[in-house]
């Protein structure tokens, strides 16, 4: 079965950081680029940064919003991804996930259209003091 | 940065109900659009990519429609497990999604 199960979430003071992993089963982990994202309490979902697959570089970008604090890495070979979050700040607080990224080439655009097709159930991280 | 409009927020439907949701991007994205559900507690579950492909697994009742900046979701006749939220998602330039659209039962 693909799954990606998320751990490392928790309570953690503004300021501090925190290492949150993506572990995968199931499929080629190497084979594929590596999404995280975020849910606010009540709110909707915010992109937070990829990786891409090592045959890419292991290229990484991340949102306005979180970089330069966080980072994102991938060890292939223990198929997990993860997110190392620093210098919190309360607007972090969110349900954090991780997705397997796939692509689909579109013959009349004549472009790769990326998607999210497996997410894991995700992780609560909670920045307060 | 594009931003993405879904429309109507929320909507109340009943079972059988044939559903539509409407996303606009700022510009145009081609055919760039996702579109997902999530339920309560949940994580989102990819229905459609590339604005009209159908994920594996996912009811034929979903459908997807549109290029450039406007694009629909529609669900044919809607059961009771299609109460969710949706949201549309571009992936043109960097990954953004919609507000979502809440579907709840009339």
């Known amino acids: 079965e693909v799954q990606l199960v998320e751990s490392g979430g928790g309570l953690v003071q503004p300021g501090r950081s925190l290492r949150l992993s993506c572990t995968a089963s199931?499929?080629?982990?190497?084979?594929?680029?590596m999404s995280w994202f975020r849910q606010a309490p009540g709110k909707g979902l915010e992109w937070v940064g990829f990786?891409?697959?090592?045959?890419?570089?292991?290229?990484?970008e991340y949102a306005a919003s979180v970089k330069g604090r966080f980072t994102i890495s991938r060890d292939d070979s223990k198929n997990i991804a993860y997110l190392q979050m620093n210098s919190l700040k309360t607007e972090d607080t969110a349900v954090y996930y991780c997705?397997?990224?796939?692509?689909?080439?579109?013959?009349?655009?004549?472009?790769?259209?990326?998607?999210?097709?497996?997410w894991g159930k995700g992780t609560t991280v909670t920045v307060s003091s | 940065d594009i931003q993405m409009t879904q429309s109507p927020s929320s909507l109340s439907a009943s079972v059988g109900d044939r559903v539509t949701i409407t996303c606009r991007a700022s510009?145009?994205?081609?055919?760039?659009l996702n579109w997902y559900q999530q339920k309560p507690g949940k994580a989102p579950k990819l229905l459609i990519y590339?604005?009209?492909s159908l994920q594996s697994g996912v009811p034929s009742r979903f459908s997807g429609s549109g290029s450039g900046t406007d694009f629909t979701l529609t669900i044919s006749s809607l059961q009771p497990e299609d109460f969710a939220t949706y949201y549309c998602?571009?992936?043109?330039?960097?990954?953004?999604f919609g507000g979502g659209t809440k579907v709840q039962i009339k």
């Open positions: 997705t397997r990224d796939s692509n689909f080439w579109d013959l009349i655009v004549g472009a790769t259209v990326t998607y999210m097709d497996v």
């Open positions: 199931g499929f080629t982990f190497g084979d594929y680029d």
């Open positions: 990786i891409r697959s090592k045959a890419y570089g292991g290229a990484t």
């Open positions: 510009q145009s994205i081609s055919s760039f």
């Open positions: 590339a604005a009209s």
């Open positions: 998602q571009q992936s043109y330039s960097s990954l953004t």
